[in-house]
């Protein structure tokens, strides 16, 4: 059965969701569906540019507008000639009504409000990355209020998909042949605090890997440093079945920086977790967002966080340039120039590039283990470094290969056999 065209926009968590909605609505490919992002003024502008594009190539299709973006500001998008009509974050979980507000004649704008929705949707879990990778939900939402962030409004409080769900379902993805599982969600250390008994992240991994024993690579997506607990701390370092690749969420290297974002964590605190995870686990690596640019930021702030790229051995970075976002607390502050914000954006991408650079020379001679992936030809080692391999192998299996050598700033590989 023909499907819709969903094209998703922004993190892995909509991506999971946009896998739901073209199953949810199989029989509609007269459709398009924008998945939006809200996280920076310049996802919006994409998305913008995506409706645009859309109607261009499929002039015939109605497009419709969900996520974040959709949820924040549905009247940007009500207001765009393209758009057929927009629904919310809420609404994206519930099939009936899906299609109902779709076989409307009028250009509705269903958004509800997603702070009173307090259970999020297991059959909403699973996004792929191939016949490899898939990504699982396993929370949504937020109950913390960073004053840059934006995403709490579109995404609502901090909800949790009960471990039976997530286990059942994780059990399924590997009956069908997937090696690896991403766990996945807004914020996902704070996983199981609004379930009966509130287990934790930790308690779910542990589970998972008891459970599921056929399941041969569990990863994280991006979690909050300040609530790795003993137990998870112990599973990230200790348990070979979890990949050694951690992306933490630091967004600054300046104490009152960090301070002014209601960030949870110090400096230090950052610098001495990594410092704890490498030194129990070595061969583990680094990942990191951070924004460049944020308002009252001087030259030794900024400083501060550039040496957090050195510190923490950051060498897989999501650098953010600042933009304000309208009705957070940090869009009122002393904003920066646009060129300042940019530059600073630049050299931060620039340390992570040189500190990447170091760590892939490294690992040339290195045996790692790849989960074959685009086509077959490449994919993605335990401690994600992409490789390029020497022959095609079959996508989805899990194999040897060898560093070799780096062309074209790509680490290449031969397989062993």
């Known amino acids: 059965m023909q499907k819709p065209e969903v094209i998703s926009m922004g993190c892995r968590l909509n991506l999971a969701e946009s896998n739901a909605l073209a199953e949810q609505l199989s029989g509609h490919d007269d459709i398009v569906i924008i998945n939006s992002c809200a996280v920076t003024n310049e996802s919006v502008r994409q998305t913008r540019q995506a409706i645009r594009q859309a109607h261009k190539r499929r002039p015939d299709a109605r497009v419709w507008v969900t996520g974040c973006a959709a949820q924040v500001e549905p009247e940007t998008f009500q207001n765009m000639p393209e758009v057929a009509g927009v629904f919310g974050n809420h609404e994206k979980q519930n099939a009936a009504l899906l299609r109902e507000i779709i076989e409307r004649p009028d250009r509705p704008v269903v958004v509800s409000d997603i702070m009173t929705i307090a259970q999020t949707a297991p059959h909403l879990v699973t996004a792929y990355s191939g016949k490899t990778r898939a990504f699982v939900e396993v929370q949504n939402g937020c109950d913390h209020r960073c004053t840059f962030c934006i995403i709490p409004y579109?995404?609502?409080?901090?909800?949790?998909?009960?471990?039976?769900?997530?286990?059942?379902?994780?059990?399924?993805?590997?009956?069908?042949?997937?090696?690896?599982?991403?766990?996945?969600?807004?914020?996902?250390?704070?996983?199981?605090?609004?379930?009966?008994?509130?287990?934790?992240?930790?308690?779910?991994?542990?589970?998972?890997?008891?459970?599921?024993?056929?399941?041969?690579?569990?990863?994280?997506?991006?979690?909050?440093?300040?609530?790795?607990?003993?137990?998870?701390?112990?599973?990230?370092?200790?348990?070979?079945?979890?990949?050694?690749?951690?992306?933490?969420?630091?967004?600054?290297?300046?104490?009152?920086?960090?301070?002014?974002?209601?960030?949870?964590?110090?400096?230090?605190?950052?610098?001495?977790?990594?410092?704890?995870?490498?030194?129990?686990?070595?061969?583990?690596?680094?990942?990191?967002?951070?924004?460049?640019?944020?308002?009252?930021?001087?030259?030794?702030?900024?400083?501060?966080?550039?040496?957090?790229?050195?510190?923490?051995?950051?060498?897989?970075?999501?650098?953010?340039?600042?933009?304000?976002?309208?009705?957070?607390?940090?869009?009122?502050?002393?904003?920066?120039?646009?060129?300042?914000?940019?530059?600073?954006?630049?050299?931060?991408?620039?340390?992570?590039?040189?500190?990447?650079?170091?760590?892939?020379?490294?690992?040339?001679?290195?045996?790692?283990?790849?989960?074959?992936?685009?086509?077959?030809?490449?994919?993605h080692a335990e401690n994600f470094a992409y490789l390029k391999l020497d022959k095609r192998m079959p996508e989805g299996r899990v194999v040897s290969a060898r560093i070799t050598h780096i062309q074209d700033e790509v680490l290449q590989a031969e397989v062993i056999e």
């Open 154 to 379: 579109g995404r609502g409080n901090s909800r949790s998909v009960p471990a039976g769900s997530v286990i059942e379902h994780i059990q399924k993805l590997v009956d069908s042949g997937f090696q690896e599982v991403v766990l996945t969600g807004v914020d996902v250390t704070s996983y199981g605090h609004d379930l009966p008994g509130q287990p934790n992240l930790g308690s779910l991994v542990e589970r998972i890997l008891k459970l599921v024993p056929d399941l041969q690579r569990l990863r994280l997506s991006s979690i909050d440093g300040v609530e790795i607990d003993a137990r998870l701390f112990d599973l990230l370092t200790g348990e070979a079945r979890v990949m050694p690749h951690v992306h933490l969420s630091l967004q600054a290297g300046d104490n009152m920086i960090l301070k002014r974002m209601k960030r949870r964590h110090s400096r230090e605190l950052a610098i001495d977790l990594v410092a704890r995870l490498q030194a129990k686990r070595p061969d583990i690596t680094i990942g990191a967002d951070i924004i460049a640019g944020f308002p009252t930021e001087d030259d030794a702030m900024f400083a501060n966080s550039v040496d957090l790229v050195r510190q923490c051995n950051i060498v897989h970075g999501h650098i953010f340039p600042y933009s304000p976002k309208k009705g957070t607390p940090a869009a009122r502050m002393p904003q920066l120039p646009p060129q300042t914000i940019k530059s600073r954006a630049k050299i931060l991408r620039d340390a992570v590039a040189a500190k990447k650079a170091v760590w892939a020379r490294a690992l040339i001679g290195t045996q790692q283990y790849v989960a074959v992936e685009s086509g077959g030809y490449a994919g």
